[in-house]
C-alpha cells in the first residue's frame, strides 16, 4: 500500500468533521512529502529539535503540532511557527509560551494534556491539577496563549475495554469544562485523543483530533 491510500484509508474511516494529525517523528522528508503531495497539511512531532528542522526543510503551507512534551527552554525555538501545543502540563510552561508567543507577535493556540493511562511514565495532569490550572488567576493575564482543548494518551494495552473507559474519562471532563460557564472565554473547541491502534475507539468516545503516525506510514 502507498502512503496516499493510507492516507484516504484512515480519511474515509472517520466522519469528516474530525481532523487527523499525520505523525510524521522518525519519517524521512520524501515520505512526509507523499502526505503532502496527497493534500495533507497538518503534520505533528514530538520533539522539538525534528519539528524545527522538519518545518525548515518543508513547504511553509504545513500547520505543524507539537505533540510531544515540551521543555520550557526549548519553547523559544518552535514559538515563531508552531499552530498548536498538544502538551501543556503546567503553569510555568504556559507561560513560558506565552512569553515567547508575545515575542513572536503571535497568539498560541494550546491544549492541556491530560494523564488518562495506568502508565507511570506517561505526562500529563490529573483532572484536579487541570481545573486549578484552568482557575488559576494568572490566567487571564496571559494574553498571547489560548488553552482550546484537551489531549490525551490511552495506556497501551490491547484491552480495549480499558481504552475506552480511559478515553470517556476524558471525554466527559472535555465536556463538562465546555459546559461550565466560568471557562466560557476559553474557546475550547479541540479534544485530542487517537493514534493509529486505538483511534477509532477515541472517535467513538468523542474525539474530535487524532494523532496517527505508523498507519499511515506502514507498507
Ligand atoms: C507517536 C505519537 C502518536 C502516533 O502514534 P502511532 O502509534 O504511530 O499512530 C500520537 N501521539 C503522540 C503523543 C505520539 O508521540
Known amino acids: 500500500m502507498s502512503i496516499a491510500s493510507n492516507l484516504s484509508q484512515v480519511l474515509t474511516s472517520i466522519p469528516s468533521h474530525i481532523k487527523l494529525v499525520a505523525v510524521t517523528k522518525t519519517q524521512p522528508v520524501e515520505k ?8 495533507h497539511k497538518l503534520f505533528g512531532e514530538n520533539k522539538v529539535q525534528e ?13 505543524w ?16 511557527f508552531v499552530t498548536l501545543i498538544h502538551s501543556i502540563d503546567s503553569i510555568k510552561l504556559l507561560e513560558e509560551v506565552n512569553k515567547q ?3 513572536n507577535n503571535r497568539v498560541i493556540d494550546c491544549l492541556l494534556q491530560l494523564h488518562i493511562a495506568t502508565e507511570e511514565t506517561k505526562f500529563g495532569l490529573d483532572t484536579r491539577e487541570a481545573l486549578d490550572l484552568l482557575l488559576s488567576r494568572k ?7 489560548r488553552i482550546v ?4 494518551m490511552a495506556s497501551n ?19 463538562f469544562i465546555k459546559g461550565e460557564a466560568a471557562y466560557v472565554n476559553f474557546h475550547f473547541h479541540i ?5 493509529s491502534s486505538d483511534y477509532k475507539l477515541a472517535v467513538t468516545a468523542g474525539s474530535n483530533l487524532i494523532r496517527v503516525g505508523s498507519l499511515l506510514f506502514k507498507d
Open 139 to 145: 490566567v487571564p493575564e496571559l494574553k498571547n496563549v
Open 157 to 175: 494495552t490491547t484491552n480495549e475495554v480499558q481504552i475506552k473507559q480511559e478515553f470517556d474519562i476524558l471525554s466527559k471532563f472535555y465536556r
Open 191 to 195: 479534544l485530542s485523543m487517537g493514534m
Open 101 to 103: 508567543a508575545a515575542k
Open 51 to 63: 519539528l524545527v528542522s522538519k518545518y525548515e526543510q518543508l513547504p511553509k503551507d504545513i500547520q
Open 149 to 152: 482543548g484537551l489531549m490525551g
Open 65 to 80: 503540532h507539537l505533540i510531544g512534551h515540551l521543555q520550557s527552554n526549548k519553547v523559544k525555538l518552535i514559538a515563531p
Open 32 to 39: 512526509i512529502m507523499e502526505l503532502y503531495n496527497a493534500g
